[in-house]
């Protein structure tokens, strides 16, 4: 918001300064300069009166605004930190990603087998079963 009204008063000051007889000077400049050139005194002091009131009003309602805006600052300052911890982490997490799966890779590869030898079946052994051919039914 801050960044935007920044453009807004620089863009401002290049429009008057490039065009010092334009509508935006003599509303800017010429036109309070002609109503404090006519401000008499007792004018001077009214107006003093009616700033002084808005700036005690002001003090007030700030007094019961100042939560809402602490919250709103807090909570900007909170999102700019946030931003921050990640932009700065994600390099950094995706290094450690990589290390991790490299890690990984290399514990779990696939290693190769020391040769085993084949068992040696033994013969199968003659059955006593006087009619073997009932065992499959």
Known sequence: MSLLLATLIGLLALVV??????????????????????????????????LGFAIFAAELMIADLVWVLAFD???????????????????????FKAHAASTVRRQFAARPRAARTRRIRRPAKASDDPDPAWALA
């Open 17 to 50: 300064s490039r065009n010092p007889g334009g509508r935006l000077w003599r509303m800017l400049v010429e036109a309070p300069a002609r109503w404090f050139d006519t401000m008499t005194w007792q004018r001077a002091l009214a107006t003093a009166i009616v």
């Open 73 to 95: 600052i807090v909570g900007w300052v909170e999102l700019f930190a946030a931003t921050l911890i990640v932009t700065r982490l994600a390099p950094g997490w995706r290094g």
